[in-house]
């Protein structure tokens, strides 16, 4: 199954005997039909315009838009990735071997310490994140650690 899945519209087809059958929408006969979903109370997922048709019945059980949603939720995803890297490149990390300190560059996750060449994993357990500065994400840092 194949699914151009829209803002607004989607369509699908099956892949048949090596050829492509496109879905029609059952209520309307179009190939495309609304990105919208409904869950009825006995489960039942509804798409759609049968989901259209029931949203005004109970409307917390309806969704459409969800592609818009899913991009707001990636994008909020990145952002707070970079904000994590940003946040690093401002740590720095004390060598567990020799206990001299290390500046973390951008979104290094190891490195070999710069004075004594042991290698450290920004991950592992046995170090010490020191900040120059106090940022709102030091606690999501050593959350991940």
């Given at each position: 199954m194949g699914v151009?899945?829209?803002t607004c519209y989607s369509s699908a087809a099956l892949l048949i005997d090596s050829t492509p059958r496109p879905i029609k929408?059952?209520?309307?006969q179009g190939y495309s039909f609304p990105s919208s979903i409904y869950l009825t109370e006995e489960g039942e997922i509804l798409v759609?315009?049968?989901a259209e048709n029931k949203r005004q019945k109970?409307?917390?059980r309806y969704r459409n838009e969800f592609k818009r949603k899913i991009e707001a939720e990636?994008?909020?995803k990145d952002m707070e990735e970079k904000e994590r890297q940003l946040s690093l490149s401002n740590a720095k990390i004390r060598c567990y071997s020799c206990g001299r300190i290390n500046a973390v560059m951008g979104d290094e996750t190891a490195f070999s310490c710069r004075h004594c060449g042991t290698n450290i994993n920004v991950a592992a357990r046995n170090k010490e994140l020191?900040?120059?500065e106090p940022t709102s994400f030091l606690k999501k840092i050593l959350d991940l650690l």
């Open positions: 151009d899945f829209g929408e059952p209520l309307k759609g315009q049968a109970n409307p917390q990636l994008k909020r020191i900040f120059d």
